[in-house]
């Protein structure tokens, strides 16, 4: 009988990927300086897609949502010190993630590994940008602004990173090469 519980396994690489993500905040790496009414475009993101493709949805949610919560604590604008803006979209980065990998991976891991971080990278953008024209922070031309400035490089950005580190580890974890990608 499966134990409904999270495995250790689960457990370790949400709390390491958690830490990643914060450290990328709290040393600013994760931040990349653009010009535009936002002041920056984010990789934080990037570890609750390699999260969810690792070990599923589950593990996906909780790196987002303790990327969200980072965010909301460290809020330097007023946006993000709504928990609607800087928590609640975060909760759905794996989460897409996830199910964008696992409907794609039928056309290769390569493939999959990437539609998984174009959309969780959009997930990313696209929820919080529209919870912020919800909330009444920005209207919607700004916000499509910032969303095609800051998505398109962060879209690029994250597959860079994400495909050889979730191909990586499963070269490391299964001990196989990448014959079967």
Do not use: Q
Not at 99 to 116: E, N, P, S
Request: no cysteine.
């Amino acid at each position: 009988m499966k134990s409904k519980m999270l495995s250790a396994e689960k457990i370790t690489v949400a709390a390491v990927l958690s830490a990643i993500a914060v450290v990328l905040g709290a040393t600013r790496l994760g931040f990349v300086p653009v010009p535009t009414p936002a002041g920056h475009a984010t990789i934080m993101h990037v570890p609750a897609i390699i999260g969810a493709v690792l070990e599923g949805p589950v593990v996906g949610v909780i790196i987002g949502g303790l990327f969200g919560i980072y965010s909301f604590l460290d809020a330097g604008t007023p946006i993000f010190k709504d928990p609607l803006v800087a928590i609640l979209p975060r909760l759905f980065i794996g989460l897409f993630a996830y199910y964008a990998y696992a409907w794609t991976k039928r056309w290769g891991i390569v493939t999959a590994v990437t539609i998984a971080a174009i959309i969780g990278t959009l997930t990313n953008t696209v929820l919080v940008l529209g919870m912020i024209v919800l909330r009444g922070y920005l209207d919607g031309k700004t916000a499509l602004v910032i969303g095609i400035t800051h998505g398109l490089p962060e879209i690029v950005v994250a597959v860079i990173i994400t495909l050889p580190v979730v191909l990586a580890w499963w070269h490391i974890d299964t001990g196989r090469g990448g014959s079967d990608l």
